[in-house]
């Protein structure tokens, strides 16, 4: 199913990021056709080849907002990738819903336009592990009868009504700084800043085309050029609500249509999960912990990033079951750490790197010293076998004699020997990392 959006993005030249630009010069109708027709494709893939096998403890996850870079749009392009390498290199599957919405027809053309542009490039950056089925594209749109929408509108009523109360109840907590239009091409900036649980970076840039109604013309600004918002107004602007009311859509997805696939909120926000207390079937504040250790795995594994995110998806498909050992071998660091309550981005980069670069070090050394016995074995074996065809004593003697006169044990040892010399798989690859060793070689020849 996926190949029928990527035939769809090739029909209108967006193949590559480097045809993103043109869409910012479509006319209103070729952007409405795109925006229906892949609305209609995603939507149709993320309900083919349902999984069978959801009794069984896989590795699913959703990635919130936060994560599939949709708030800070100067980290998207960079937590895309994080996203695809994090998928690559741990999950089984992880939806990852598009920032488009059911096409309509009132809806504003310029918002239609900002939509499209970062679904395209999300599908873009993301292609090899979709087309892998590592990656699920989804919109926010699920498919019910009618007993189960019933059930599904009202859990996002609760899950509104819930956000809304979050919203007065932290309020508070967050503070806004208006910066009038200072002429020339500068718009009007609303600065908003919070505690990060909520707000990415601890704060967010709000752009106007023109002032806002809830600007007062009594306001004078600061001699920074800019006004601080009273509570009431910081109300008012409605952007506290918006805040919560996104984690409300997030948490509303995942409750519909995430756990109907047995997957796990994925987020590096722990407001993201605020929601879920009471509601998923597992801890919130677990699902958090073990995000952020995933999460960190590349961080703390430069190497990781040493290949493009198509060989990864490669390498996995090529040692499967390496990849499988060393993928239980990492989450049984992330059950040992996913209660801390005190972990941190820094601190889950340092648990892999203390528990995981020493022994991929150690890893190589080994491999180094048994492809040198390898070597050394193999000439030793061949220079054996050499003199005995050099002598002769096997040129006139019939198979079981040379046999009976070389006893056979000394004959199966020669055997196993030569199958030993020359066997091209070493003995490190039943190591649980050797997935990370090869993904670090592959790296540095990438490099050279």
Partial sequence: MSEQIYELLSHFNLSSLEGLPAVLEWAPRIMGDLHEALWERIYNAQYADPPTDLDIDQFRFLASASIRGDICQGCRGEKIESLGRFAALYSDETIVPLPLRAPEGDCDSESVRGDLLRTIESLIRLREPIQAGIIKPAVMQTAHCKHDADRAQELINLTVQCAEELAEEHMGQFEMLYEPNRGGRIPPILYIRGPEDYIEHGQAVIQYLEPPQWVAKSWRPDRDGRIRLPAAKVRKTGWINVLFQRIASDTSFHLAFGLQRRAKLLTDLPGDTE??????????????????????????????????????????KELRGAFEQYRFAITSIVRSHERDQNLTPRRAREIFGDELLPKIVALESQLSAERKRMKVKALATAGVISAMVGLGLFGFLPSSTAVGLLGGAASMKIADQVGDAFSPIPKVASNDLYFLLKLKQRGRRRKT
């Fill in 275 to 316: 929601l879920l207390r009471g509601i998923d079937q597992e801890e919130p504040e677990v699902q958090n912990q073990r995000a952020i250790l995933t999460n960190a795995l590349s961080h703390a594994l430069p190497f990781t990033n040493d290949l493009s995110l198509a060989q990864t998806v490669r390498l996995r």
